[in-house]
């Protein structure tokens, strides 16, 4: 059963009549230190100076932001809602695809629970060093920063309702942020609605779209504080899988040294799957749209050296026949334990700085390779979130960066305090 509740924000203050593009910022774990740079230089108020401190020493760090958090809060640049609400997050969007989409979410707080055993589900492990850092934030901080992204059925249609009738209100914020996306908050305040809600998602399983690091530091953080009763939640955003805004991009994988050359990689490859050319003029999602029907990847070595790779369902299902089928469908299980370990011997590296690196722009990643910063760029098909949930029900784990949810909920828009009042 999920316990889900409102709670008492902390927001950025209407009154300081600023631009919350200015304020607010991206995940910690997306935002890189050429944006970093751009966001604190042009706001000394931007979340990022609390959520990437930047001094020398990692103790320091902590002290530091936890001291200019105080300082906002103290000053009433950030304040807290006087009652518990629920808050509805919107975001409006243009993909790489050029169509325009929106999305609708609750922000709330639910029950910790540990993973796997309860009502909230993960589909990925995780790195210690990332949870080290985000954990010696919380506790200089006593704060909670941005949500975790959890999905949800709602086949029934309980919950929207609800939301596009809150959407219909005043916006507490509205603002387009560095990447074009216009981002507003509403509020639910509504005794009778917000009880709804709170019994409706009673009967819900949840499951992590993206923020594992993020819960599995909530829970550390309750263990370690068992006294502290507001400990014993995590601030979410929960997105129903039906919504028509929720999109699931590629994580495309960038091999920074390969154990061989291109023409021997290429060799060994071809032992599996069929190999071809990468047609000219051809863009590499079509060619990987086209062949969806196979699991099927686009090998980058460097102008006029890009292949397609394809294996068929059979096969996949011959090589690996002790994987669940869960898991053996996904084109990133025959990528990380066929084409990567299995063939290149290059094994999953589950570490900040290893060998294989992720991008969700395939331009990027070309360009990465093109640059010299990596000797290889392998472009993959998404995978659906069906595909998440099947593999999350039965506690199955994926492959590290297997999903990428776009967009990410903006860290600033709001904060969870766990200081005792």
Known sequence: MVEIKP??????????????????????????????TRLSQKEPHNIVHVDLPQ???????????????????????????????????????T???????????????????????GSVHPHENTMSTLKEDRLALTEAAKTQLSPVFLIYNDGENAIKPL????????????????????NRLYAIQDKEKINTITQTFKEKDLYIADGHHRYETAHMYKQRHPENTLAAYVMVFVVAVEDPGLLVMPYHRLIRTLPMTSDEALQKIRTAFTVHPLPSGMKPEDELEKHKSHHAFVMYFGPHDAHVLTLSKKDAERILPNVPSH??????TVLHSILLDSILGIKDDVTVGGNITYQHDSKKAIQTVKDGKAQAAILVNSTPADDLIAVA?????????????????????LLYSLKKE
């Not at 593009?21 to 970093?36: C, G, K, N």
């Not at 039965?394 to 828009?413: E, H, L, Q």
């Open 327 to 332: 898991l053996r469908r996904l084109d990133v």
């Open 393 to 413: 029900k039965v506690n199955g784990r994926m492959p590290p960066k297997s999903t990428f949810f776009y967009p990410k909920p903006r860290t600033g828009m």
């Open 95 to 117: 993909a790489h695809d050029g169509i325009t989409r929106r999305r609708l979410g609750l922000q709330a707080l639910i029950k910790i629970e540990p993973l796997g055993s």
């Open 55 to 93: 001094s020398h020493e990692a103790a320091d760090r902590y002290k530091e932001a936890a001291e200019r958090l105080t300082s906002w809060i103290k000053d009433e640049t950030i304040i807290q809602e006087k009652e518990p609400i629920y808050y509805v997050y919107e975001q409006t969007f």
């Open 163 to 182: 939301l596009e009738e809150a959407a219909k209100t005043t916006p507490l914020y509205s603002f387009k942020d560095e990447e074009g996306i216009i």
């Open 7 to 36: 709670f008492r924000g902390l927001r950025y203050s209407l009154e300081l009549k600023k631009d919350l593009s200015l304020l607010t910022a991206p995940p910690f774990d997306v935002v890189s230190p050429e944006l970093r």
